[in-house]
């Protein structure tokens, strides 16, 4: 056992929604039902969920984010200052349709309006089985940074984003781990897309071209973290889930995690990590030498993008590799991402969700014991 995590295996979070929830959220759209009556759909659905994840020998229990349509945003908006842009049809160079991605934009004082995932918690709290510890997931303070950078924040409420943005946005969500805690949560996981973006050649270009510096982002993002991770109340595991984008079982950046490694691993005040290695993508594991004692990497080492299964004795091997950086000790097991970062899933079958995870927990047993 890690001094940290409920298990060597773990998961990131997210699972394919079942057709009758994604029939049901159509409906909610058209008016055909109120928000209420899919609620009830929903909590049927995490029901069975918690169920799938108990029954599989998942330690940790997320409501598989049943609730959201993406894994970003369903959270985000619901900060006060913050807002999203209506998805819009932009035209490809070869004269296609496409739909661009929903942005969001601060225009106000980022404040914590609501308490945003207490209900949501509540009700996951009540499924889950003693023994097991429920699991919420949320996304990264700095996806309110990265995507827009400077001229997506108000320059009327924030003429400096340091100090005021980056502690008013820590406020918020330190007010959401404090309403969290309060009702007995003792494990969060904030996703992440940024810094592993930060590590592709095109992503730091178009960092470079907003205006920031993609050698000093990572370094202001672990300041920034640490803003919330001082307010972490005591006895809450607070973890962070490196991820390379996982729409429809695709990706959108690539490269080694060694233009951020220092910044993740050493400077960060994090318990543990997430961290995708499925494919060569994410390069090797040298950048785990940063790891200090203390901290957990979590390796990424089975896709969920894909039904095919892993060997494995190959699984042993990588995580033998990755051992030669950081301590056995402080590393575990887990999918490389969720099935389903978004509503609508990864090109997988529900079966392949279980093989995947028995896998995960099979190997994780043998690798470092029953625990």
Same mark, same amino acid.
């Given at each position: 056992?890690?001094?940290?995590?409920?298990?060597?295996?773990?998961?990131?979070?997210?699972?394919?929604?079942?057709?009758?929830?994604?029939?049901?959220?159509?409906?909610?759209?058209?008016?055909?039902?109120?928000?209420?009556?899919?609620?009830?759909?929903?909590?049927?659905?995490?029901?069975?969920?918690?169920?799938?994840?108990?029954?599989?020998?998942?330690?940790?229990?997320?409501?598989?984010?049943?609730?959201?349509?993406?894994?970003?945003?369903?959270?985000?908006?619901?900060?006060?200052?913050?807002?999203?842009?209506?998805?819009?049809? %932009?035209?490809?160079?070869?004269?296609?349709?496409? /739909? $661009?991605?929903?942005?969001? *934009?601060?225009?106000? !004082?980022? =404040? &914590? #309006?609501?308490?945003?995932?207490?209900?949501?918690?509540?009700?996951?709290?009540?499924?889950?089985?003693?023994?097991?510890?429920?699991?919420?997931?949320?996304?990264?303070?700095?996806?309110?940074?990265?995507?827009?950078?400077?001229?997506?924040?108000?320059?009327?409420?924030?003429?400096?984003?340091?100090?005021?943005?980056?502690?008013?946005?820590?406020?918020?969500?330190?007010?959401?781990?404090?309403?969290?805690?309060?009702?007995?949560?003792?494990?969060?996981?904030?996703?992440?897309?940024?810094?592993?973006?930060?590590?592709?050649?095109?992503?730091?270009?178009?960092?470079?071209?907003?205006?920031?510096?993609?050698?000093?982002?990572?370094?202001?993002?672990?300041?920034?973290?640490?803003?919330? %991770?001082?307010?972490?109340?005591?006895?809450?595991? /607070? $973890?962070?889930?490196?991820? *390379?984008?996982?729409? !429809?079982? =695709? &990706? #959108?950046?690539?490269?080694?995690?060694?233009?951020?490694?220092?910044?993740?691993?050493?400077?960060?005040?994090?318990?543990?990590?997430?961290?995708?290695?499925?494919?060569?993508?994410?390069?090797?594991?040298?950048?785990?030498?940063?790891?200090?004692?203390?901290?957990?990497?979590?390796?990424?080492?089975?896709?969920?993008?894909?039904?095919?299964?892993?060997?494995?004795?190959?699984?042993?091997?990588?995580?033998?590799?990755?051992?030669?950086?950081?301590?056995?000790?402080?590393?575990?097991?887990?999918?490389?991402?969720?099935?389903?970062?978004?509503?609508?899933?990864?090109?997988?079958?529900?079966?392949?969700?279980?093989?995947?995870?028995?896998?995960?927990?099979?190997?994780?047993?043998?690798?470092?014991?029953?625990?």
């Amino acid at each position: 056992m890690t001094p940290t995590l409920p298990a060597r295996f773990d998961h990131v979070g997210s699972f394919l929604r079942p057709q009758y929830l994604l029939e049901a959220r159509e409906q909610k759209a058209k008016g055909a039902i109120t928000a209420e009556q899919l609620r009830l759909v929903e909590d049927k659905a995490i029901t069975e969920i918690v169920k799938f994840q108990e029954d599989v020998g998942l330690k940790s229990i997320t409501d598989g984010e049943f609730r959201r349509t993406y894994f970003h945003i369903d959270f985000l908006e619901e900060l006060g200052g913050v807002v999203t842009d209506i998805p819009v049809t %932009v035209l490809n160079a070869d004269n296609t349709k496409a /739909l $661009a991605p929903p942005v969001m *934009r601060v225009t106000g !004082k980022v =404040t &914590h #309006a609501k308490d945003i995932q207490l209900a949501d918690f509540n009700f996951l709290k009540s499924q889950v089985s003693a023994g097991h510890t429920p699991k919420v997931t949320i996304p990264s303070p700095t996806m309110l940074h990265f995507r827009g950078g400077r001229a997506g924040i108000s320059r009327e409420h924030y003429p400096e984003l340091d100090p005021e943005f980056y502690q008013d946005v820590a406020n918020a969500y330190g007010a959401e781990l404090r309403s969290l805690a309060a009702a007995g949560c003792t494990y969060v996981q904030m996703d992440d897309t940024n810094l592993a973006y930060l590590c592709d050649e095109k992503m730091r270009e178009a960092a470079r071209q907003r205006g920031d510096d993609p050698n000093e982002l990572p370094h202001r993002y672990a300041k920034f973290i640490n803003l919330v %991770v001082a307010q972490k109340p005591a006895g809450m595991t /607070l $973890a962070m889930h490196l991820c *390379r984008g996982n729409f !429809k079982s =695709t &990706h #959108a950046a690539s490269g080694n995690y060694e233009p951020v490694a220092e910044a993740l691993l050493k400077e960060m005040n994090l318990d543990a990590y997430f961290m995708e290695y499925d494919d060569s993508r994410s390069g090797d594991f040298k950048p785990l030498r940063y790891l200090p004692k203390g901290k957990i990497v979590v390796l990424g080492l089975i896709t969920t993008k894909f039904g095919a299964m892993e060997s494995k004795d190959d699984i042993k091997r990588r995580i033998e590799d990755a051992a030669k950086y950081a301590p056995l000790d402080q590393l575990a097991l887990s999918p490389q991402c969720g099935f389903s970062s978004t509503v609508h899933g990864n090109d997988i079958a529900v079966e392949a969700q279980r093989a995947k995870l028995r896998l995960v927990i099979e190997t994780a047993q043998e690798v470092w014991g029953s625990t």
